[in-house]
Every structure is written in C-alpha cells, then in structure tokens.
C-alpha cells in the first residue's frame, strides 16, 4: 500500500504481488483512491508553512504542520482503503505493507512525539496506530515512489 501527498492532492494505491512457481514476482494493482485538497486548505497551508519557517527557520521545513497534515492524511486514507479491500478480500490487514515517502510519519507512527503536532495530527496517528503496526510501515525515498 503506498500514500503520498502534494500541496493540491492525496492518493493511495493497493498492490498485490503474485509469485510465480518459477519466483517470478508479478505485481498488480488491485485498486487507488485520490483526495483533492480544496483551493481554501491549500491558500491556508501556504499561510501557516510561511509563517512557521519564518518562526522557526528552513531547517525545520519538513515538520511544517501543513506538511504533516497532508502526509499523515495520505497515511491515514492508505489504513482506511486498506481495511475495506481487506474486507472484501478477506485478507488480514496485519499481512499489509505499508509504504510513504515521508520520514516524519514514519518518525510519528514509530512513537516520536513533536511540539509541532497539532491535535488533528495527532489524532491521526492514533488512528493509523489502531488499525495498523509500526512494524508494518516503511519509508521508501521520494524518487522511488
């Protein structure tokens, strides 16, 4: 299962990998879903990440809660596609991999708590943490995603 966010958009997508008796590994997209982020959200987002680097400098862009905001959105809508394909499918989601381009999700939802969290981030987490595992989750870099 991968997620991934941009400024305008979330999308998630479900592979399934079949093995071959000869090994060969055959991937196959099972199903995608994709989110749109309103012209209002993303006039506030570019708000709110100039005004927290401005506060707390370049350095500390990737924990700008717009960002995060996004990237555990994408992260929590990969959890909730994944328990209704499982339901379908009648797979347990524990056999689920899941991956995201991220580092600061993947940080959160391994326990790592932050001052730059907002409530709704948080609550996120704790979503994505009762459907899934920390062990399930992955980080996989940017360009290969």
């Known amino acids: 299962m991968f997620g991934d966010a941009a400024g305008d958009a979330l999308g998630v997508c479900m592979y399934v990998v079949n093995i071959t008796p000869q ?10 879903k994709t989110k749109v ?9 570019v708000t709110t990440t100039k005004t927290f680097i401005e506060k707390h400098g370049e350095k500390y862009q990737g924990f700008a809660p717009a960002i995060n905001r996004l990237e555990l959105g994408a992260a929590t809508m990969s959890t909730s596609f994944a ?12 056999k689920i ?3 995201t381009d991220n580092e600061n999700t993947i940080r ?3 326990g790592a708590r932050s001052d730059f969290l907002s409530k709704t981030n948080r609550d996120k987490i704790d979503t994505i943490l009762s459907r899934t595992s ?7 870099e940017g360009c290969r995603n």
Do not use: M
Request: net charge positive; glycine share 4%; charged share 20%.
């Open 97 to 99: 991999h899941f991956w």
């Open 37 to 45: 982020v309103s012209a209002k959200q993303q006039k506030t987002d």
């Open 108 to 110: 959160y939802i391994n």
């Open 134 to 140: 920390p062990e399930q989750w992955n980080h996989v």
């Open 83 to 94: 328990q209704k394909v499982c339901s379908v499918v009648d797979i347990d989601i524990s």
């Open 23 to 32: 090994g060969r590994q055959i991937p196959r997209l099972v199903g995608a």
